[in-house]
């Protein structure tokens, strides 16, 4: 703790927790947080991006321009005044100003990249593209600090951090210091959370499930310990082989008024009856991590299609598709919505009408010219139906095509 200067900037914070189901919310590794905790600044942490870019010199005198991009001076890719409103004269962010998605911290244009560019379409004069930097579209926060500096080579270079303070929400991350992770799964009201007989209620509900098959005693050991420690206001050194004897913590606990289980009897804080059996409760240190939901959170209705596959892109940061995977199909399958079905995997996804010989069961083609269906095989006059499969299926042909073998499709009347 002391070499990794935990006393200085600590990685979490010492909580008071239960093991104990709240219902339904704490299943699964789920945790459940008092909200008043919260309130009173529970986990808040602030959360820094950095953004930086330099300007660079280009062969034949050109280089990159720290400004406010501007629409009259021929610049291509300007995003309009909204985008450009906080920066400043020279084209950089103030510090301490509030930013969401879409602002520009760095104005910058850079010249064209090729020289042929400037015939494209005939414009008067040379333009410029504009290079700026902003804020990334499902982030916010306010401008922590300016640098500016020089790079390697010589350019002017701007760096720039952004802070967000983040409160703990559903779906964030958190972890005890044993391998004891979970999402949180609901904030829970101070009133309806479980009380000791002191009136001590804990920050923290986690789940009784999570210790029989992982055996982390080393947390049960840190939740007797942390609460000596914490009655004692001293620390203790959980070191194995080496540390303090439990024997020692035992009696503190005793002479304190505390059963040196660690388990005290709790009421329910919405009825107010004791539970029957006693629940286990004491300090431990928590981390919030760094998986929050507000950088994963992701839905799409229609957008970008990959070329090949003209199935959705793939990923957050390219606004791309949620994967509808083959468990996903199977519980489709079990329920029986055959329609939703279709529609998940076909019609919303890459559907598109392919040409069939009924003869022989080879792609067909339309020949625009002498205005006929052909088949490659059967030649002018195959009968030639049109089919809807989805693209990455029409791929799969072709590319089964290419190893020089031939898939024949029977074709039937559609029931």
Same mark, same amino acid.
């Given at each position: 703790?002391? &070499?990794? %200067?935990?006393? /200085?900037?600590?990685?979490?914070?010492?909580?008071?927790?239960?093991?104990?189901?709240? $219902? %339904?919310?704490?299943? /699964?590794?789920?945790? @459940? &947080?008092?909200?008043? =905790?919260? $309130?009173? %600044?529970?986990?808040?942490?602030?959360?820094?991006?950095? *953004?930086?870019?330099?300007?660079?010199?280009?062969?034949?005198?050109?280089?990159?321009?720290? !400004?406010?991009?501007?629409? $009259?001076?021929?610049?291509? %890719?300007?995003?309009?005044?909204?985008? *450009?409103?906080? &920066?400043? $004269?020279?084209?950089? @962010?103030?510090? /301490?100003?509030?930013?969401?998605?879409?602002?520009?911290?760095?104005?910058?244009?850079?010249?064209?990249?090729?020289? !042929? !560019? *400037?015939?494209?379409? !005939?414009? =008067?004069?040379?333009?410029?593209?504009d290079t700026s930097i902003g804020v990334r579209p499902s982030e916010h926060g306010v401008v922590d600090t300016v640098v500016m500096t020089q790079s390697n080579e010589g350019g002017k270079m701007y760096k720039i951090r952004v802070r967000d303070m983040r409160i703990p929400e559903i779906g964030d991350k958190f972890a005890s210091r044993h391998g004891q992770k979970g999402v949180l799964g609901i904030l829970a009201k101070q009133e309806d959370l479980p009380y000791t007989e002191q009136g001590i209620q804990p920050d923290v509900l986690i789940n009784p499930h999570a210790f029989p098959s992982r055996m982390t005693v080393g947390m049960m050991m840190e939740s007797v310990c942390g609460k000596a420690a914490a009655l004692r206001g001293k620390q203790f050194d959980g070191s194995a082989f080496v540390g303090e004897k439990m024997d020692i913590v035992k009696d503190i606990l005793d002479k304190e008024g505390f059963k040196y289980s660690g388990k005290e009897k709790m009421y329910d804080g919405r009825t107010g009856k004791s539970f029957e059996v006693e629940t286990f409760i004491g300090v431990v240190y928590y981390q919030k991590l760094h998986h929050m939901v507000s950088d994963k959170i992701h839905a799409r209705a229609r957008g970008q299609v990959q070329m090949l596959t003209k199935q959705p892109t793939e990923g957050r940061a390219r606004g791309g598709g949620l994967r509808f995977g083959e468990m996903e199909r199977d519980c489709l399958i079990a329920y029986g919505a055959s329609m939703l079905l279709k529609d998940r995997l076909l019609d919303e996804s890459d559907k598109t009408d392919i040409l069939l010989c009924e003869k022989c069961g080879l792609t067909g083609y339309h020949d625009a010219r002498k205005r006929k269906y052909v088949c490659a095989q059967c030649g002018e006059n195959a009968p030639i139906s049109s089919v809807s499969v989805a693209y990455a299926f029409k791929l799969l042909l072709q590319e089964i095509l290419s190893l020089n073998i031939a898939p024949r499709l029977k074709l039937k009347e559609r029931v």
């Open positions: 703790m002391n &070499l990794l %200067g935990m006393e /200085e900037r600590p990685a979490g914070v010492n909580c008071t927790v239960a093991v104990l189901p709240f $219902d %339904g919310y704490n299943i /699964e590794d789920a945790i @459940v &947080l008092n909200r008043s =905790s919260v $309130d009173r %600044g529970l986990f808040r942490t602030f959360f820094y991006r950095i *953004y930086d870019t330099e300007a660079k010199q280009y062969p034949g005198g050109m280089r990159d321009n720290f !400004e406010i991009p501007n629409a $009259d001076d021929n610049v291509r %890719g300007y995003k309009g005044e909204k985008a *450009y409103r906080m &920066l400043e $004269d020279d084209g950089i @962010v103030a510090t /301490e100003s509030g930013v969401i998605g879409g602002d520009i911290l760095i104005g910058k244009t850079s010249p064209p990249r090729f020289m !042929e !560019e *400037y015939k494209e379409f !005939e414009t =008067s004069g040379p333009y410029r593209r």
